[in-house]
C-alpha cells in the first residue's frame, strides 16, 4: 500500500487547521479595529 | 506590596497586557516557524522509515505532538478558569476562553491523522478504542466550552460557566492518558517515556519528533497571545488606551 497519500492527507489537514486558527483572530481583529475607527470618526464628527 | 502579588496586579491590568502580549507573540510566532521547518524537514525528509509502520511513521511527527498539546491545552484552560473563578482575574478568563479554541484544533489534527495513520497499520480509519474513544470525548469537551462561553450575553458570566465546565472535564486526561494501560486497546501504549526516561523510539526518530514538540508549544504560546490581544481590544474598545493604541500613538 502507498503511505503517501495518507502522509500527505495528515500534513495538508494540520496545515489548514492550524493556519485557520492562526488568521483567525487576526481578521477578528482587523474587523474590531475598523469598527473603532469607524465609531471614533463618528464621535469626531458629531463634535464638530 | 509583596513581588507576587505586585506581579498579579500587574498581570491583571489590560494595557500591561496587551503591550506585552504584542511584544512576546511575534517573537514566539517567528520561533515556531522557524522550528516547524526545521522538524518537518528532519521528520519528513531525513529521518528513517519504520521497519514495521513503513512511511507512515512520518505522520507521528505532526499526530504526537498534537495529540500531547489537546490534553496539555485543556489542563491549562481548566487551571486558568480555576485561578478565575477563584480570584476573579479577568485575564485568566480571557487566557482559559483563549485556549478552547487552540487546543480543539490540536485535538481534531490528532483525530485525523490518527485516523489516517491508522488506516494503513491498522486495516481501518477508526475503531471505538478507549484511547480514540476519550481523544473524541476530549473534542466535544473543547466545543462544549466554546459553545457555553458564546452561549450568555454577558462574558464574565459565559466565561465562569466555561471555566467550570473545564474544571470537570479534567477527569478525562488521566483516562486519555492511562486508557492504554488500563484497558486492551488497539491504539499502541507510549513509546516515550517522560518519568522514567526510558524511550523505545530510536534517536533518529525522537529529535525531530521533540523539535515538533517544542514547535507547538511556541504555535500555542503565540496563538494564546494573539487572541488575547483581540479579546482585549474587544472588551476595552471605549478606553482611551486602545483609542491611542488605535491612533498609532502606542501599544
Sequence with gaps: ?48 | MSRVKKAFHQFGSPPWLFRFAGILSPILWVACLGLTAWGLYWGVFLAPADYLQGESVRIMYIHVPAAWMSMMIYALMALFGFIALVWHIRATEILAMASAPIGAAFTLIALISGSLWGRPTWGTYWVWDARLTSELVLLFLYLGVMGLYNAFDEPRKGARAAALLAIVGVVNLPIIHFSVKWWNTLHQPASISVVGGSSSIDSSMLWPLLIMAVATKLYYGANLLTRTRVRLVEENRNKRWVRDWIEGKKG
Design chain 1, 1 to 48: 500500500m502507498d503511505h503517501t497519500p495518507f502522509i500527505i492527507g495528515s500534513y495538508a489537514a494540520a496545515a489548514v487547521i492550524l493556519g485557520w486558527c492562526a488568521l483567525a483572530p487576526v481578521l477578528r481583529m482587523r474587523k474590531i479595529r475598523g469598527e473603532i475607527n469607524e465609531q471614533m470618526r463618528r464621535e469626531s464628527a458629531r463634535k464638530g
